[in-house]
């Protein structure tokens, strides 16, 4: 019963370039969240998405940064022109369904290094 | 102000020490309360949930003051594996759907335990 995968667990990009961060959810799990973890700092919430759908993407920088989960396949968020600031750790968590009573688990992470 | 503030750290104890952390949080909205525990360069990993009766898992107590919006933490003879650092998380009502997605993190405090 494999857990949330995270690939690929590092990630080196120059300035401008694009970075791709993919995640598999839990089987049987619907419901996915990103999250990023900048050194030194908290987790903070990105983006919340379900198969198709994205239902909340109030913790989404407006520029460069997009999530998406398609019907088949892993979810994606994608950061277009990478800055140093960028470089972080970026967790995937999923759940069976929404809301608080449904335990979110973490993926591994996925970690960004912009040099 | 910070959504969930939390112990600066880092708290260095001996083994079989009993240890505490305390955890504040700002939106008086706050539905559901974690504590999870994060390993160096790790996911998180949810440890216990919160309940305003406060509740008990083995060595580890957690109790919630939904009047002063306080959250603690109390680990009993701790154990050198108790090392790592604890993140205080709740989630908010929202208006989507009821419950909440995303999970709001505390900075984390950084435990570490000496033989």
């Known amino acids: 019963n494999a857990g949330v995968m995270q690939n690929p667990r590092h990630l080196v990009r120059r300035r401008g370039q694009e970075a791709r961060l993919r995640c598999s959810p839990m089987?049987?799990?619907?419901?996915v969240y990103w999250y990023r973890q900048l050194p030194e700092e908290g987790l903070k919430f990105m983006v919340y998405?379900?198969?198709?759908?994205?239902?909340?993407e109030s913790g989404m920088p407006k520029e460069r940064f997009s999530a998406e989960f398609p019907k088949e396949g892993p979810s994606i968020l994608r950061i277009q022109q990478v800055v140093r600031g960028d470089s972080a750790a970026y967790f995937c968590?999923?759940?069976?369904?929404?809301?608080?009573?449904?335990?979110?688990?973490f993926g591994p992470g996925t970690r960004l290094t912009v040099t | 102000r910070k959504e969930v503030e939390q112990d600066p750290g880092p708290f260095n104890v001996p083994e079989g020490a009993t240890v505490a952390f305390n955890c504040t949080y700002s939106?008086?909205?706050?539905?559901?309360f974690f504590w999870y525990r994060q390993d160096c360069r790790k996911e998180p990993k949810l440890l216990m949930s919160?309940?305003?009766s406060g509740n008990e898992d083995g060595r580890f107590t957690a109790q919630l003051n939904r009047a002063s919006q306080y959250i603690s933490l109390l680990i009993r003879d701790s154990k050198l594996s108790d090392s790592a650092t604890y993140l205080c998380?709740?989630?908010?009502?929202?208006?989507?759907?009821?419950?909440?997605?995303?999970?709001?993190f505390g900075k984390g405090t950084k435990l570490s335990v000496k033989p």
């Open positions: 998405l379900q198969k198709e759908n994205i239902i909340d």
């Open positions: 968590a999923s759940s069976l369904d929404r809301g608080s009573s449904y335990e979110q688990y």
């Open positions: 939106n008086s909205a706050s539905q559901s």
């Open positions: 089987k049987g799990h619907s419901h």
């Open positions: 998380v709740v989630t908010l009502q929202m208006n989507y759907g009821g419950s909440q997605g995303n999970l709001i």
């Open positions: 919160v309940y305003s």
